[in-house]
Each structure stands twice: as C-alpha cells, then as structure tokens.
C-alpha cells in the first residue's frame, strides 16, 4: 500500500505504510538515501522491520530528499510521515514543508497520535504521539514528578559517596548550565521511550543525566555515559559512625559487564507473542517414531543425478515434505483449523506447507502456497527459493501468511527430534530429527542404518490421537519405503 501526502506543489511526503496485514508499526532498520539525494520512482528508500518481517520501501516519485523524519532505530506508527520529497527542486515557488520535529518538544503523552499524519488540533508533534491541547485540562500527576529536584540530590550525594567524596551541600542548579535530563520548562526529562526503558534497566534516573541530543533530549549514549561511572568505580566500605544513607532504588545500577539487555521487538516479539498464545489456547499432543531412512537417503543421492532436478536443491527435507503432504492426501482431516469465534473445525482443501527458518532476527515460517498441486521438481525449487530469501532476510508477510501445516527440522542443529509448538492458526507441525548411522535390525540383523526420529505435534481440540498417529505413521513409512510415494500419491 503506497502512502502520500502533497503537502503543496513542491513537496510530497511520504507516510509509513501498512505492509503487511493490520500491522500498527514498523522499526526503521536502514536509510539507503540521505538528504540530497535524488530519487526515483520505485526507488527503496529505506528497510523496515515489523512484527513479521523485514521489508524494503519503495518511493513512488521521483525528486530530491528534502528531510528523513526519523534515525535508524525508530519505531514510527503506520500512517506517520518518514521522509520529504522535494519533486520540484530549484523552483523556488513553495515553501519547505514545516518537519515534526521543528516544533516545540512537549512531554509525550500515553495514547499514540491517531497514525494519520496530521496533528491534531491545538497540539504540537512530540517524540511520541502529540503533547496535549492548550487547556486548563489536569493531568494525573506522575508518582514522584514533584520530588525531581530531591531526586536528583539525593542521586548527586550518593554518585559523590561512591567517589569517595563528601557529599556537597544541597545547592540550587545553576541555570546556565542544564546538568540534568530536564525539560526546557523544569518538566519532565526528554527521551524516548527505548531509552526509558534503557534508564530504567540500569537503575539511571533520568533527572540525574545530562542530555546532548538536540532540544535536550537524552540519548541512549548519555545514559550508558551515566552508568558507567557508577558500574567501574570501586565502592569503598564506610565508617559505621558515617554510614552513607540507604541509595534509592533508581542509584543502583546493574553491572552492564556482566548482562546484556536486547529490546524484544519487530519478529521476535511477534514470535513471543504468537507462540504464548498458541502453548495457552491449543491443547497439544506430541507423538513421536524412529524410522529406519536408509532408502530414503539412497533416493536422495540418486535424484542429485537426476536431469529432471539440475539446478534445483535435492536433500532429505524434500523428500520429508513431499511425504507430508501424501499422509495429508490420505488424512485430510488433519489439515484444519478451530474458529474459536463461530465453534467450528474449519477444513483446508489444500496446503500451504511451511518450513520454519531460523534467520538473525528470529524464527520464521514462511509458507509454499497450494504446495500440495506441485510435483517433485517444482516443490525443491519452492523449497529453494523459500530458504535462500529467509537467509538473505527478505520473506515478505505475504509469504508467512496462511500456513497450513509446518515442518520444522530441528535435525540440522544436531538435535534428535523436539516437541514443537504449533503455528498460530495451524493443526500439526512435524519435527525432523537429525539423521544419524545407528545399529538398527534389518532383516533379522543388526546392521548399521540411517534413523532418524519424527515428533508430530497437533492441536487436540480438531485431531483425536488416532488421526495424529495415523499422518505420523503415514510419514513414516514413506521414509522407510519412498516407493510408497508412487502408489500412495
């Protein structure tokens, strides 16, 4: 979905789209163009990460980059402007368009601004949502705002005591010289909110940082600038008739040494969330079997031979998936899922077959749409492609949408099998372990053989254990004999 705004003849901007579906907002990973730069149309502009994938922003016009509205790092809410075009550069007939951050910075307000892009009225854009109205209008007053100043001497004679120093008088601040994260107006400091959140991890009060960003913003950087004193200097014991006072909570600070804090956000958080919610709503069983896959390694290495497979990945996953989906031919039922709102067991008439990929941002699982109609040759190019974009991190949350049925292959990792968690919206999910030479009997002696072990996870609300063991079984005796995939297709 494109997004726009002319804001006169000159200049355009353009807004944070939605891409993917109902998705609210997206974290700004990288600019590809800086101001000056020309553009044109269809040009990407910058990647963006959301709570499914990361996905690149093409521009729809053409001109010179007037402004970028926001730094790498930043979550912007959908429908909020991110980058100025000037479509008409050197005309001289139009103003620049007034950037978000030119105006006055307020203290941020709890509710987001409305995503449409336009302030509302009587209010000024701050770093989150918009501050509010001119109005007599009274505001809960926040726990301890009016006890900054003592706040901030009782942090100033603690951060002395661990020094080594007397603690000096209480003074008034001078006021030519901010040394606090304050507002302009004596309100409360500025930061965003991941730095905030930052503050508060270390144990920082903000009131006690001295900010260099501009308007007086506290950067990430002075509050790892205010921890670090504190996190390296030795703490001397003191004479029991001059004990220090007890430090506030908010003086003491974690060992940044020893931890390390990563935001959980974009598709992590997303696979948080999902995966709660699915533990917590499906009632899952997991069946497992060991199954003897020599054959099926033998018909691997001979379909790596095969003309009809040049220029296509051949490996074991193909054939495990191809195996799949003839035990779903067999059991359709399995291939369902649970309308929670209208009670009823929705069944799929085909497959969309997800691999789960583990990429630097997280697990994924983007989908092969309607894998079940694809032959042999067709299903390892999907697989193919479907891997290669995962790694280069490009899966777009049009391909993760609409899973059906998920493989995931734990075995790569050297693991034996897992109990998976199902996709949300899904009724099974196989897990492949890794394949190993094991001592196994064949006929009537024990010979070394490739074994592997399958776990078969399933949602129990719409498959009964006879079901979920008849898919597993099915599975596994195509492995065992891949001709099977001949006369059971």
């Not at 030119?102 to 509302?120: I, K, L, T």
């Not at 107006?185 to 009060?205: F, Q």
């Not at 974009?266 to 709660?276: C, D, L, N, P």
């Not at 024990?446 to 498959?463: E, G, I, M, W």
Request: glycine share 8%; with cysteine; aromatic share 4%.
């Amino acid at each position: 979905m494109t997004t726009m705004t002319e804001t006169s003849a000159r200049f355009r901007e353009f807004k944070m789209p939605d891409v993917g579906e109902g998705l609210t907002e997206a974290e700004i990973l990288k600019w590809f163009v800086q101001p000056g730069d020309t553009v044109t149309d269809g040009q990407v502009v910058c990647e963006v990460e959301t709570a499914k994938a990361a996905v690149e922003l093409p521009i729809p016009f053409d001109g010179v980059v007037h402004e970028l509205r926001f730094p790498e790092g930043t979550t912007v809410d959908v429908g909020q402007v991110i980058i100025a075009i000037d479509v008409a550069p050197g005309s001289g007939d139009a103003p620049a368009p007034a950037p978000a951050a030119a105006a006055p910075v307020q203290e941020p307000v709890e509710a987001a601004g409305s995503g449409d892009g336009d302030a509302p009225k009587g209010r000024t854009p701050v770093l989150v949502g918009y501050g509010v109205a001119e109005s007599s209008t009274k505001r809960r007053p926040r726990k301890g705002a009016s006890a900054a100043p003592e706040a901030a001497a009782v942090a100033a004679a603690v951060q002395a005591e661990l020094n080594g120093h007397a603690a000096p008088a209480a003074a008034a601040p001078a006021p030519a010289v901010p040394a606090q994260g304050s507002a302009p107006d004596g309100g409360r400091p500025l930061a965003k909110p991941p730095v905030r959140k930052l503050a508060k991890d270390l144990g920082i009060d903000l009131a006690t940082v001295v900010p260099t960003g501009k308007d007086g913003i506290i950067t990430r950087e002075d509050v790892h600038a205010a921890a670090a004193p504190a996190a390296t200097t030795p703490v001397a014991a003191p004479a029991p008739s001059q004990a220090a006072p007890e430090a506030p909570a908010a003086a003491v600070v974690s060992d940044s040494a020893r931890e390390t804090r990563i935001p959980v956000k974009g598709v992590r958080k997303a696979i948080a969330q999902a995966m709660v919610g699915s533990a917590f709503t499906a009632p899952h069983v997991t069946e497992f079997v060991t199954v003897d896959v020599t054959r099926t390694m033998k018909l691997v290495a001979e379909l790596k031979e095969d003309k009809d497979m040049a220029g296509v990945r051949v490996n074991p996953l193909l054939i495990i998936a191809k195996a799949l989906l003839v035990a779903i031919k067999r059991n359709p039922e399995v291939n369902a899922a649970w309308d929670e709102a209208n009670q009823e067991i929705v069944q799929k008439h085909y497959v969309n077959l997800g691999i789960a990929a583990a990429t630097p941002r997280g697990l994924i699982v983007p989908n092969i749409k309607d894998a079940h109609d694809k032959t042999l040759p067709q299903l390892a190019a999907a697989l193919g492609e479907l891997v290669t974009t995962a790694r280069d991190g490009k899966t777009s949350p049009a391909a993760m949408a609409g899973g059906t049925v998920t493989i995931t292959n734990v075995g790569v990792f050297g693991v034996d099998t897992g109990t998976p968690i199902l996709n949300p919206g899904e009724s099974a999910i196989l897990a492949v372990g890794a394949i190993k030479l094991q001592p196994w009997v064949h006929k009537g002696k024990v010979k070394p053989r490739q074994v592997t072990t399958l776990a078969l996870s399933f949602d129990h609300r719409l498959v009964d254990g006879e079901l979920g063991s008849k898919v597993l079984a099915d599975v596994a005796a195509i492995l065992e004999q891949p001709k099977r995939l001949i006369t059971w297709a």
